[in-house]
């Protein structure tokens, strides 16, 4: 696969699915598309075609705010079709402002409110190992979210478990809504925390698919992952890109033209 | 003799566990309290301490239903009602996860702690959750049959479990129907519709009514969701007044799910007898009772404003 022509398709897609609810978040969704490209593409064990499988691996999109992102790669594998993505938002559609594993195929489970995600998937990687399964969990956090409490509290819950078959992923693109994290509430030494609370820790381009790839398929025995992902919110779209007011703004018909123009996808 | 209904849940836990393997208990800290540490005896890689952490003991439970099992998650009412409400409400009732709650020392009766454990609004905040059910057993018996109902139910389900000791008032044979209401004591003048640990002291009333000539009419609505609209909607059209008698505040509680009931039906006058929009103390149980008009004979100064005798 080329991951940067993938990329810029599912930029694309984003874009056009923002531009059409005339809500959202653009910031957060940019930033986290190769993240999502390597669980989809190179890691994650699942099926399309058998959204339930048993023992598929599962993701927690816990900075449920990005799920364009996710929606793209979705109906890019091929859990519905690509016409779906227009109705991002909209009334009858099953794409939610927010992931919803009761409406959409191949969400795993429910966020959106902010910490919830990582202890959901926490819960979800003891229920894993408590039943003898080998199957894997993901969760992707955003570095905003890691402010709230109930994070730790699945951290360390995650660590006195044992739970290798679980991995956090840090979309760490250092801005939130009110402004970058350390104006708002800084983060310290967010790779240093995670490893105190006793996860392997790595730190790994955010952008670059075959590096995070690398780091998802490190092998780690007896203490859960963290993946700190270096990235760029609003990421390849240049006015976008490392400003925290495109955290969750409308697109406009002229800024919607440039940063399709980005993309160079016809 | 009877014996408090943390006890029995704990007993009850065990029972279905040993029935059903999909069954977890988890718990937060409190499992000497909340009596799932008998569970952790019997099924000790089915009990899980998720430590002094509700809101993720909350999203914790939502993961285990998530993979088809059915977790038991114990804390106190307060807890875990209040303190982590929204993890209940976005993680587990918007999905409609097979959680089931069993939260001890709930109301008044918790006693000496005083107000700031004394869950006064677990029913009111439990209540307004789609796709949630509420049990308020009031003895030994009724605890285990709700226990055992919950687990039957696919969706979340609250159990709230009082603190003290208390006496048998029904029986194993006793029938236990979710959504149904169970008639302690028919009566056509005077209905008093209770739940939980007050259901003695209605009872009670009941019998002191009687002696004055007000054939009086017991309901233990066991289930306050889904709530059982026509034996209130029959009571109000068989009884002159209704008196609701609860352990939680009259905002949002039971008086309310009957009220909600009632409202735009023309029939009986109706009170509201429970906490009245203030916070708990300390005291024993018994005198907190009669401190916040919970007893028989605050019951029976409602029905005789109501009645006019």
Request: hydrophobic share 40%; proline share 4%; glycine share 10%.
């Amino acid at each position: 696969m080329q991951y940067d022509l993938k990329a810029k398709e599912l930029r694309a897609e984003i874009l056009k699915m923002l531009f059409a609810c005339q809500s959202g978040h653009p910031g957060g969704s940019l930033s986290c598309v190769e993240m999502l490209m390597a669980l989809y593409y190179e890691v994650m064990d699942v099926d399309p075609e058998n959204p339930d499988k048993q023992d598929r691996d599962r993701l927690v999109l816990s900075k449920g705010h990005a799920c364009p992102a996710l929606y793209a790669i979705l109906a890019d594998i091929g859990y519905f079709p690509m016409e779906d993505l227009a109705g991002l938002r909209q009334i009858d559609s099953h794409l939610q402002g927010h992931p919803d594993c009761t409406k959409t195929p191949g969400i795993d489970m429910n966020t959106g409110s902010l910490g919830q995600g990582a202890s959901l998937a926490m819960g979800m990687a003891l229920a894993a190992k408590h039943g003898g399964e080998s199957y894997n969990v993901y969760a992707v956090l955003g570095d905003g979210e890691c402010q709230e409490g109930l994070v730790w509290e699945a951290a360390m819950a995650a660590a006195h478990y044992k739970l290798d078959n679980l991995t956090f992923m840090l979309d760490y693109n250092r801005l939130q809504i009110d402004g970058s994290n350390e104006e708002v509430m800084g983060l310290g030494d967010i790779i240093k925390k995670f490893d105190a609370f006793g996860f392997e820790c790595m730190e790994v381009e955010g952008h670059d698919v075959v590096a995070i790839t690398k780091a998802l398929k490190t092998p780690v025995s007896g203490k859960p992952k963290f993946i700190c992902c270096k990235t760029i919110k609003g990421k390849g779209v240049s006015f976008m890109e490392n400003q925290y007011g495109w955290h969750g703004r409308a697109i406009n018909a002229e800024e919607f033209d440039q940063a399709m123009k980005e993309q160079e996808v016809v | 003799m009877g014996k408090s209904l943390r006890v029995a849940y704990g007993e009850s836990l065990v029972k279905l566990g040993a029935e059903n393997e999909k069954v977890v208990v988890l718990d937060a800290d409190l499992a000497h309290a909340t009596q799932t540490c008998m569970f952790k005896e019997e099924f000790p890689d089915r009990f899980f301490n998720m430590g002094i952490a509700e809101a993720n003991l909350m999203c914790t439970a939502a993961g285990f239903a998530n993979k088809g099992y059915i977790p038991f998650a114990s804390t106190f009412a307060l807890f875990g009602a209040g303190r982590a409400y929204e993890q209940i409400r976005n993680s587990i009732c918007y999905t409609n996860a097979n959680v089931k709650f069993g939260f001890s020392h709930s109301g008044l009766s918790v006693g000496e702690d005083g107000g700031s454990h004394q869950s006064i609004e677990d029913i009111a905040l439990m209540r307004e959750m789609p796709h949630m059910t509420i049990f308020v057993p009031c003895d030994p018996a009724e605890t285990e049959k709700a226990v055992m109902a919950a687990a039957e139910i696919n969706g979340p389900v609250y159990i709230r479990v009082a603190r003290p000791v208390c006496d048998d008032i029904t029986t194993s044979d006793t029938p236990f129907i979710p959504g149904k209401a169970n008639v302690m004591k028919e009566g056509n003048d005077f209905c008093i519709i209770s739940c939980g640990l007050m259901i003695p002291e209605a009872l009670k009333a009941a019998k002191g009514l009687e002696k004055e000539g007000i054939h009086t009419c017991v309901v233990n609505m066991h289930t306050i969701k889904p709530i059982d609209k026509d034996i209130i909607l029959k009571m109000n059209e068989t009884c002159k007044a209704i008196v609701t008698l609860e352990e939680h505040s009259v905002i949002g509680g039971l008086g309310s799910a009957v009220a909600e009931v009632l409202a735009g039906h023309n029939g009986a006058r109706f009170k509201s007898l429970g906490i009245q929009d203030k916070f708990g103390k300390s005291g024993k149980p018994d005198q907190l009772f009669e401190a916040y008009g919970l007893t028989a004979g605050h019951v029976v100064k409602a029905c005789r404003e109501l009645l006019n005798f």
